[in-house]
């Protein structure tokens, strides 16, 4: 059963900065595409930031110029640098990646982290 596992989240003052991780843990196959989603309280959950595996990136233009999306396909890894950060930042943060978790399966599945909490105080 595969499981993505996030990390870095946490507290910080505003224009600081964090860094958050994200990789699969059990086996698989592969993994494509790879993002970033967060949801603030009474929101909807929205795309931060995403990564193809040939390193084409997206961004939310609330994001684009302080955050920074990177993928290491050696280790089968996401990052998110936060930087700049404002008290809208604050939110639960979630890694998404789509991934073929068997052989023989023609079909990727996306999955999805459980979430790390990133406040931001003004």
């Known amino acids: 059963q595969v499981q993505l596992v996030e990390s870095g989240g946490g507290l910080v003052q505003a224009g600081g900065s964090l860094r958050l991780s994200c990789a699969p843990s059990?086996?698989?196959?592969?993994?494509?595409?790879m993002g970033w989603y967060r949801q603030a309280p009474g929101n909807q959950r929205e795309s931060v930031a995403t990564?193809?595996?040939?390193?084409?990136?997206n961004y939310a233009n609330s994001v684009r110029g302080r955050f920074t999306i990177s993928r290491d396909n050696a280790k089968n890894t996401v990052y998110l640098q936060m930087n700049s950060l404002k008290p809208e930042d604050t939110a639960v943060y979630y890694c998404?990646?789509?991934?073929?978790?068997?052989?023989?399966?023609?079909?990727?599945?996306?999955?999805w982290g459980q979430g790390t909490q990133v406040t931001v105080s003004s």
């Open positions: 990564i193809s595996s040939g390193g084409i990136t």
């Open positions: 059990g086996s698989f196959v592969s993994i494509s595409d």
């Open positions: 998404k990646a789509r991934i073929r978790p068997v052989v023989g399966l023609i079909n990727m599945y996306d999955y």
